[in-house]
């Protein structure tokens, strides 16, 4: 019989080829994104996914089947994650923190550039970019009022989300030392989040209209005495070092961006549905819609209301929960909210990024 440590071994090694497997498939799912993007493909191809897992459920043997449903779902999406390598939209200019959560969704996007946030929306609906990246709430700063806005009025759905950690960097030209930095140039926001950092630098500042364009800055005029607040993505953009890392005053600061596309996302197991809903001039309304999701024993992960803008007392709810729109306990939810509800429009679907 084996020693422990022998057995150790072996898992060991196999873990170590099923990783290097893991991403030969990832790179041939690379391959295929970019053969399908060549000849105007949908990366979206249901019959073969079922054909995949079919073939994984049918070769499990002793594994049950749970457990390699489990597994190759996670690979599929992955997968499909690595062919994505379209068009996406994202708030200018380049070297932002929309940018980093472009690329945590994609490794590769071609990114094209929105004037403003009502943009993104228009390309998404126009079919020009098949994503749009859509800032919609900060953990520090709340929700992005236009972003809600826009999403009750507009025929876009959410995909995806991702949460990205947003961590300040101070940022500077390369050799340039942190006792050389007389001025430090940023967006306002990320100069109010860096505040006591920058007190006990005891420099200037100055506003710029995004950290991106602060960092351009200094790259262009080549400013020796000053450094900018920005995302690492603004440092390989523009060529500059990182003085120093992690200025900002207060730790899990995070930033949530929607990833819009014209169709939400097929189920996983692991999502989560978001809503807009208003309700009817009566007493306990709320309540009763509430109390669906109590029912089915469904978790909301968040319920935010803003002024609907036609009437003094008169609002509109967001509300995140856990599930996908196409599970039976879902839609009976959904029907019984929409039965209650003045108002309902469901955004869409989507793995949670959580």
Known sequence: MSSLEELRKEIDEIDAQLLDLLR????????????????????????????????????????????????????????????????????GPRGTFSEEAALKFMSSPHLVLA????????????????????????????????????????????????????????????????????????????????????SNLGVATANYPSTADAAREIKEKQLRDTAAIAPLAAAKLYGLEVVKENIQDLDHNQTRFFILAKKDHAPTGRDKTSIILSLKDKPGALYEILANFARAKVNLTKIESRPSRKALGDYIFFIDFEGHRSEPRIKRVLEEVERRASFLKILGSYPSGG
């Open 24 to 91: 030969r498939r990832i790179r041939i799912a690379e391959e295929v994104g970019r053969y399908k993007l060549a000849r105007g493909m949908r990366i979206e191809d249901v019959e073969r996914e079922k054909q995949v897992l079919k073939r994984a459920l049918s070769r499990a043997g002793e594994l049950s089947e749970e457990f390699v449903r489990d597994i190759f779902e996670r690979i599929i999406l992955e997968s499909k994650r690595a062919q994505r390598q379209g068009k996406v939209a994202i708030l």
């Open 115 to 198: 004037r403003d946030i009502e943009e993104i929306f228009d390309l998404v609906e126009r079919g020009e970019v098949e994503f749009g990246v859509l800032p919609v709430e900060n953990s520090l700063e709340g929700s992005v009022a236009l972003a809600m806005e826009l999403l009750v009025k507009r025929d876009v759905k959410v995909y995806a989300e991702v949460i990205l950690d947003i961590n300040h960097h101070l940022l500077a030209l390369p050799g340039v030392k942190l006792g050389e930095i007389r001025r430090v140039i940023s967006h306002p926001q990320a100069l109010a989040q860096c505040k006591g950092f920058l």
